[in-house]
T-cell receptor
């Protein structure tokens, strides 16, 4: 699975959009970009994933660059409850045995 | 409700005393996995399973065993726990895309 690079931490004002970047320059053609978040030692929570098209769900939007070497997770209206560590992961959708590598992630602080 | 259930949530044990952390999922997922999380090291995969009776090592399998006799259960076994296995453990299950994680088991080995 391709390696990802994320900023260590970011701040965001409550109510504003939080834009979390991720670099994955070695991504392969069959690999998807996944985002998870972990709130204070709880189990990680799935947010969104995509292959090459932009994706949106009730939690967030995922913007993937045309060359697929980077992506941005957007939380459109961040709340205090969005304070968490956000992980960007690249893996094949059906990778054998569900082998998934989590990096260090980005610690997002949403401030009132 | 779809969920992954781990037990116990908290455990303090002594070095060398065998223990089992159970993990059960009710979503009929084929894939299950165990992770440990340590400060500064993030989430590291211990073992994973593609289906019943099919398991494989992750990145940090030493000192752990797993079994997958039924699709819903994936217990993590520490035959002879040591203090360096003090950690926060997570079980996860997946069909092929979204993974569901349990709430974690905080294990302390003294």
């Amino acid at each position: 699975d391709a390696k990802t690079t994320q900023p260590t931490s970011m701040d965001c004002a409550e109510g504003r959009a939080a834009n979390l970047p991720c670099n994955h320059s070695t991504i392969s053609g069959n690999e998807y970009v996944y985002w998870y978040r972990q709130i204070h030692s709880q189990g990680p929570q799935y947010i969104i994933h995509g292959l090459k098209n932009n994706e949106t769900n009730e939690m967030a939007s995922l913007i993937i660059t045309e060359d697929r070497k980077s992506s941005t997770l957007i939380l459109p209206h961040a709340t205090l409850r969005d304070t968490a560590v956000y992980y960007c992961i690249v893996r094949a959708s059906n990778t054998g045995g569900f082998k998934t590598i989590f990096g260090a992630g980005t610690r997002l602080f949403v401030k009132a | 409700e779809a969920q992954v259930t781990q037990n116990p949530r908290y455990l303090i044990t002594v070095t060398g005393k065998k223990l089992t952390v159970t993990c059960s999922q009710n979503m009929n997922h084929e894939y299950m996995s165990w992770y440990r999380q340590d400060p500064g090291l993030g989430l590291r995969q211990i073992y994973y399973s593609m289906n019943v009776e099919v398991t494989d090592k992750g990145d940090v399998p030493e000192g752990y065993k797993v079994s997958r006799k039924e699709k819903r259960n994936f217990p993590l076994i520490l035959e002879s726990p040591s203090p360096n296995q003090t950690s926060l453990y997570f079980c996860a299950s997946s069909l092929d895309t979204e993974a569901f994680f349990g709430q974690g088991t905080r294990l302390t080995v003294v």
